[in-house]
């Protein structure tokens, strides 16, 4: 009973792995390389919780390979250096039995570090298996990403969650005796944010507090045991999602109060800063767009300032941004119209180019009529003139509608004035 239940019922096989069909069932995409035994380098990419240790245990344990791993919060260029010779030691040189490095938080890693374990994974000496909750291509440098292949392991839904409940159930053996009925898990789902190591402390501890073997989990037990502080910020968990909706909503509903205390939040719960510069640029782009087109410009700053500069005076960077995107006037027509013109896509299909402004390198494609009758706009009047840009079947479709703003209604006039009635909302 000194492991903790997460541990205890750990699968260690592919046969014991729950969900992630996608990656593991009969026809996923890693089953037929972990049965070989030919694994290449690797990132798993996916949320807290949802088994990234244990996919690279089971890895390792098909494959008959040695295993080594690290931690990215507690390790250094020396420690990776260490390994790496460890484990050129313990396998053979481009083998199919080369030892596996395991790296948990990789995004963690500085690029000095990612840039040592880089002549490893080149040379073969290792098998590089990292685990990730951050997007793999803003953390880890391209040198190492491209030399590994990206897996996205899903969140658990509902049943999954309830599923690795009826197992600790039925297979450990502190709870198998115990007379356990899971009559309400709404409580237990939420306080987990979709964390099965999560879920399963919190499950354990409801047990651990109750004296008898007969025991009913319902909302309210699990209210009233498990103690829940609502300033705490988990950047890893349900807060971490609700905190930064919260700070993104503020600053698009124009209110720099409310964002800059959002981020206060994030800043004093540790949140990694590049990630908070990161949904600036996006909310930049997505919320504001051409009402002003300098907060992109702001905020991508922002994220260049942040890289080099760091906590502590990043945060001040941080806020002078988030002020200025929440003082901002507001438009969502760029990101409405990206949006109707991929669902347009969707439904027409790969409609013809039309001929006249199709490119025309040869002389056949010239013959053929391409490019023919397109009008150069510099060569008349105002640099424009009237002519058809889209596809025949289409022709005429608004996908742009102008924001009401002070600049987005000067692109509505001058569209109006160069379009007429084609350009008339």
């Known amino acids: 009973m000194n492991k903790p239940l997460a541990e205890r019922i750990r699968p260690k096989s592919l046969e014991e792995y729950?969900?992630?069909?996608?990656?593991?069932?009969?026809?996923?995409?890693?089953?037929?390389?972990?049965?070989?035994?030919?694994?290449p380098s690797l990132i798993l990419w996916g949320p807290p919780g949802v088994g990234k240790t244990t996919l690279a245990n089971i890895i390792a344990n098909e494959s008959g390979r040695p295993f080594y791993t690290l931690s990215a919060i507690n390790?250094?260029?020396?420690?990776?250096?260490?390994?790496?010779?460890?484990?050129?030691?313990?396998?053979?040189?481009?083998?199919?039995?080369?030892?596996?490095?395991?790296?948990?938080?990789?995004?963690?890693?500085?690029?000095?570090?990612?840039?040592?374990?880089?002549?490893?994974?080149?040379?073969?000496?290792?098998?590089?298996?990292?685990?990730?909750?951050?997007n793999p291509s803003f953390e880890v440098i391209p040198a190492l990403l491209s030399r590994c292949q990206v897996y996205t392991l899903n969140p658990f839904g509902r049943e999954e969650l309830e599923a690795l409940l009826k197992r600790a159930m039925r297979e450990d053996e502190f709870l198998k005796p115990k007379n356990i009925n899971l009559k309400e898990t709404d409580s237990l789902l939420r306080l987990s944010g979709g964390d099965a190591r999560k879920l399963l402390n919190i499950f354990e501890l409801i047990i651990s507090s109750q004296d008898q073997d007969k025991i009913t989990i319902t909302n309210d037990l699990v209210s009233k045991l498990v103690q829940q502080n609502t300033v705490r910020y988990d950047k890893t968990g349900e807060q971490h999602y609700d905190i930064i909706s919260?700070?993104?909503?503020?600053?698009?509903?124009?209110?720099?109060?409310?964002?800059?205390?959002?981020?206060?939040?994030?800043?004093?719960?540790?949140?990694?800063?590049?990630?908070?510069?990161?949904r600036m640029i996006i909310l930049a782009s997505e919320d504001i767009g051409n009402a002003n087109p300098t907060a992109l410009i702001m905020a991508n700053n922002t994220f260049q300032a942040v890289n080099t500069i760091g906590y502590p005076e990043a945060r001040i960077i941080l806020s002078q941004c988030a002020v200025y995107l929440a003082s901002s006037p507001k438009s969502n027509a760029s990101y409405m119209a990206i949006?109707?013109?991929?669902?347009?896509?969707?439904?027409?299909?790969?409609?013809?180019?039309?001929?006249?402004?199709?490119?025309?390198?040869?002389?056949?494609?010239?013959?053929?009529?391409?490019?023919?009758?397109?009008?150069?706009a510099h060569e008349h009047e105002n640099n424009f003139v009237k002519q058809e840009f889209l596809p025949k079947e289409i022709t005429n479709t608004k996908l742009y509608n102008p924001g009401d703003n002070q600049r987005e209604n000067g692109f509505r006039t001058f569209l109006k004035t160069r379009w007429g009635d084609k350009y008339k909302y």
Do not use: C
């Not at 729950?18 to 694994?39: A, V």
């Not at 909503?249 to 800063?273: F, T």
């Not at 991929?342 to 180019?353: A, F, N, P």
């Open 339 to 376: 949006n109707k013109a991929q669902q347009l896509v969707k439904q027409t299909g790969d409609l013809s180019v039309p001929l006249h402004i199709r490119n025309a390198p040869t002389k056949l494609m010239k013959e053929l009529g391409y490019g023919e009758d397109y009008k150069y």
């Open 18 to 39: 729950l969900s992630q069909e996608h990656l593991i069932g009969n026809d996923g995409s890693l089953t037929q390389q972990i049965k070989k035994g030919l694994i």
């Open 75 to 134: 390790s250094g260029v020396k420690e990776v250096r260490e390994v790496i010779d460890k484990a050129k030691n313990s396998g053979g040189l481009f083998t199919a039995k080369n030892p596996i490095l395991f790296i948990d938080e990789i995004h963690r890693f500085s690029k000095s570090q990612q840039d040592s374990l880089l002549g490893a994974v080149e040379k073969g000496w290792i098998t590089l298996i990292g685990a990730t909750t951050e």
């Open 246 to 278: 919260a700070f993104i909503k503020s600053v698009r509903g124009s209110d720099p109060n409310a964002s800059v205390y959002w981020l206060a939040r994030m800043i004093e719960g540790g949140e990694d800063l590049k990630f908070i510069a990161r």
